[in-house]
């Protein structure tokens, strides 16, 4: 897996294979921005936030911590802006606040439901497999409407997540360069950085993601095929 590093790319199993363990938060306003907050506690830049904002006429911002992780995460997803501003993220046990350059956030958290006590017997050993990623992916699609579990990243990546426990958003009170943005709703539309969105229910999911560049599952079949003589 992913280990804390003090500034070089730490990879794990397998040539150029990243791994990133944490939570992301999905939100939705009342005032149509949606928010994405990623809090890393072991990846190969250390630990880290992250926080993609995506206002109500679309256009699709990244608060980043340094331009180390906004350099990935831009060349990871799309983006119409990018800033390098101090990200300081508190997760705590009921409660989350979040302070990214112009966004000031905090929301309170529910107990996990039946999806999330069952995510939370998932080996995390198996969260990080591929091949768990893609037997999820189409469950996913069909109980959390809009969500993936794989698909193409950019810059000639691969990206897969294994969630590993749910807890649902109950309170929320955020503001964008001193204008509030209302208070919780669902995260519509779809957020659209990437091959998939959060769910529309605003939540906490724990995960562990893994970024792999598709030169590597080439060589992977590659590697395979010579074995087998074919």
Do not use: C, K, Q
């Not at 189409?138 to 810059?155: C, E, F, I, N």
């Not at 709703?185 to 659209?192: C, E, I, K, S």
Request: glycine content about 14%; overall charge positive; cysteine-free.
């Amino acid at each position: 897996m992913g280990r804390r590093g003090s500034g070089r790319l730490v990879f794990g199993r397998g040539s150029g294979r990243l791994v990133f363990e944490g939570w992301i938060a999905g939100l939705g306003t009342s005032s149509g921005t949606r928010v994405v907050v990623g809090h890393w506690e072991v990846s190969p830049f250390g630990p880290f936030g992250d926080v993609m904002v995506e206002r109500a006429d679309g256009h699709r911002l990244l608060l980043a911590p340094t331009r180390r992780t906004a350099d990935f995460i831009a060349g990871t997803y799309r983006f119409d802006e990018v800033r390098v501003v101090p990200v300081d993220v508190r997760r705590g046990r009921e409660a989350w606040t979040v302070r990214a350059g112009p966004l000031d956030l905090r929301f309170t958290l529910g107990r996990s439901g039946p999806l999330g006590l069952l995510l939370r017997t998932l080996p995390g050993a198996l969260a990080r497999r591929s091949a768990w990623s893609t037997l999820t992916d189409l469950p996913a699609r069909l109980l959390l409407r809009g969500v993936r579990t794989r698909g193409s990243a950019g810059s000639g990546r691969r990206e897969w997540y294994g969630a590993r426990d749910l807890r649902p958003v109950r309170t929320l009170s955020a503001a964008f360069a001193g204008d509030d943005l209302g208070t919780s709703a669902p995260v519509v539309p779809p957020v659209r950085f990437g091959f998939g969105s959060v769910p529309r229910n605003p939540g906490v999911t724990r995960v562990v993601t893994t970024v792999a560049p598709v030169r590597e599952r080439r060589a992977a079949r590659a590697a395979r095929r010579t074995a087998g003589g074919g």
